[in-house]
């Protein structure tokens, strides 16, 4: 268990719906990004927070959100779901400073079917 | 903006050779590099870093890397491969944020 809890495991859904992700980031830890992994676009980097506010951006597409609540935890809003979103969706969490700066703990994912 | 590269989708080897896996990367001023590797159906586990001091970087489960500033290269070493090593490695490298290249698939073969 790497401490970055994300919820829910798998989703299945149809085309033109939309869902939430959840993420707890590790114990102390201010930074939570998000990654988009398929498989013929490896792992793509969405959107970074740090203690609730943006701090980078990356291949986001508009029909796609993101915040970071004061508790730290994040969620990941897509919307208009494509069957191209189908993918795995992986938090990670950083720490602010010390030896663990710099590295990311990673979840476990979350697989979005979209039907 | 940063990236890297690593240049295989596939290496192969035989238990007990030495493993290499490759990675190049562009970025503006100093590099912060890592590696990463995922087993199946896994997040990502971090393996080692590069920040800044000694180019030659020792990691997790006997995995090393070379830091080479002029050939901007960073790429992943073990001496003596294991069966268990066989994952899906994947290099990054962070200016702000942190960019990932498209992966190597290991495998190791008895």
């Known amino acids: 268990d790497s401490g970055v809890t994300q919820t829910p495991k798998h989703l299945i859904t149809a085309t033109g719906q939309r869902v939430t992700l959840r993420c707890s980031p590790r114990?102390?830890?201010?930074?939570v990004y998000w990654y988009q992994q398929s498989l013929d676009q490896g792992l793509q980097f969405l959107i970074q927070y740090y203690n609730g506010e943006e701090r980078a951006k990356g291949n986001i597409l508009e029909r796609f959100s993101a915040q970071q609540f004061p508790d730290l935890h994040s969620e990941l809003n897509l919307s208009s779901l494509e069957l191209g979103d189908s993918a795995l969706y992986f938090c990670a969490s950083s720490a602010s400073g010390g030896t663990g700066a710099n590295v990311l703990t990673f979840g476990a994912g979350s697989r979005l079917t979209v039907l | 903006a940063q990236s890297v590269a690593q240049p295989e989708d596939q290496v192969n080897v035989a238990e007990g050779n030495p493993l290499t896996v490759k990675c190049t990367y562009s970025v503006s001023g100093n590099p912060y590099l890592f590696w990463y590797v995922q087993y199946p159906n896994r997040g990502l586990q971090f393996l080692l870093k590069y920040i800044t001091g000694d180019n030659l970087v020792k990691g997790s489960y006997g995995f090393e890397a070379e830091f080479n500033k002029s050939q901007t290269s960073f790429h992943l070493k073990k001496p003596s491969a294991l069966v268990s090593d066989s994952a899906l490695y994947f290099c990054a490298v962070r200016d702000g944020d942190m960019r990932f290249g498209a992966g190597t698939r290991l495998t190791v073969k008895p």
């Open positions: 114990s102390g830890d201010l930074s």
